[in-house]
C-alpha cells in the first residue's frame, strides 16, 4: 500500500460515454501526475500538476480533461475516446520541492480503462 | 530530449542466481536522478532502489544494486539470490528538474524455479 488510491481498478465505456478516474493521497504531497501504460510502450506522462497548478500538458488530446481541485486530489476526465485509448491510466505524487528531486513518485495501482 | 533505454524487453534467471537487468539513458543535465521500479502482476508500482547522479558510490539495497557509470551514462541493476517474488516488469527511470519522471519501456523478469 503506497497510499495513493485510485478508482475505479476497472473501467469498461463506450466511445460516446462521459466517464472519471479518481485518484486520492494523504500523504501530504504536492505533486501529482497522470501516466498512461500501454502494451509494448514506455509509460507515457500525461499531467503534471504542482500545488493544484498544471505545469505539464504531454501533448495529450483534449478528449482527456485533467483536474485537480487540491492537493489531495487528481481527476481526470474521459469523453469520446478511442478504443486506442484503451491502457492502465496510473496515478503518481511526490514531494515537490527543489531538495527532493530525489524521492521518488508513489503509485496508485492503475484503473485499467478499455473503450468498446 | 531526455530518453531513457531498456534495450532487454525480457529476461529470466534460475531462482537463487544472479541477474543484471541493463539501463541506458540520454541527458545534457549534470544533476538529476535515478530509478528503479518494480511492477508485479498486481500492477502496484514499487521502488526498488534510488541512486544520485552527484554520487559516485553505488546504491545498495539488500539483493538490490545498482553499476552507476555516469560517464556512459548507464545504470544497471542487480539482483542477487533472485526469489520467485521478484518476478515482475523492472522499470528503469531518470528524474530532473521540475517533477518530469521518464521511464523506459521495462524489462520483464521471469524466475525459473
Known amino acids: 500500500e503506497t497510499g495513493v488510491t485510485q478508482t475505479p481498478r476497472h473501467l469498461v465505456m463506450g466511445m460516446t460515454n462521459k466517464k472519471s478516474l479518481k485518484c486520492e493521497q494523504h500523504l501530504g504531497h504536492n505533486a501529482m501526475y497522470w501516466y498512461k501504460q500501454s502494451a509494448k510502450k514506455p509509460l507515457e506522462l500525461m499531467f503534471v500538476?504542482?500545488?493544484?497548478?498544471?505545469?505539464e500538458n504531454n501533448s495529450v488530446p483534449s478528449r482527456f480533461s485533467p483536474e485537480c481541485p487540491n492537493s489531495s486530489h487528481l481527476f481526470l476526465h474521459l469523453h469520446t475516446l478511442q478504443p486506442e485509448d484503451s491502457a492502465l491510466y496510473l496515478c503518481?505524487?511526490?514531494?515537490?520541492?527543489?531538495?527532493?528531486?530525489?524521492?521518488?513518485?508513489?503509485f496508485g495501482q492503475g484503473t485499467r480503462l478499455t473503450v468498446v | 530530449a531526455q530518453t531513457v533505454t531498456q534495450s532487454q524487453p525480457e529476461m529470466s534467471v534460475q531462482e537463487a542466481e544472479t541477474v543484471t537487468l541493463s539501463c541506458t539513458y540520454d541527458t545534457s543535465e549534470s544533476d538529476y536522478y535515478l530509478f528503479w521500479y518494480k511492477q508485479p502482476p498486481s500492477r502496484q508500482m514499487i521502488l526498488v532502489i534510488r541512486?544520485?547522479?552527484?554520487?559516485?558510490q553505488n546504491a545498495t539495497e539488500n539483493r538490490f544494486s545498482v553499476n552507476f557509470q555516469k560517464a556512459a551514462k548507464s545504470f544497471s541493476l542487480k539482483i542477487s539470490d533472485s526469489q520467485l517474488g521478484d518476478a515482475a516488469m523492472y522499470f528503469c527511470?531518470?528524474?530532473?528538474?521540475?517533477?518530469?519522471?521518464?521511464f523506459g519501456k521495462g524489462t520483464r523478469l521471469h524466475i525459473l524455479p
Open positions: 541512486q544520485e547522479a552527484y554520487k559516485q
Open positions: 503518481a505524487s511526490s514531494p515537490r520541492t527543489a531538495s527532493n528531486m530525489n524521492t521518488e513518485a508513489f
Open positions: 527511470a531518470y528524474r530532473y528538474r521540475d517533477d518530469k519522471i521518464i
Open positions: 500538476y504542482n500545488f493544484k497548478e498544471q505545469t
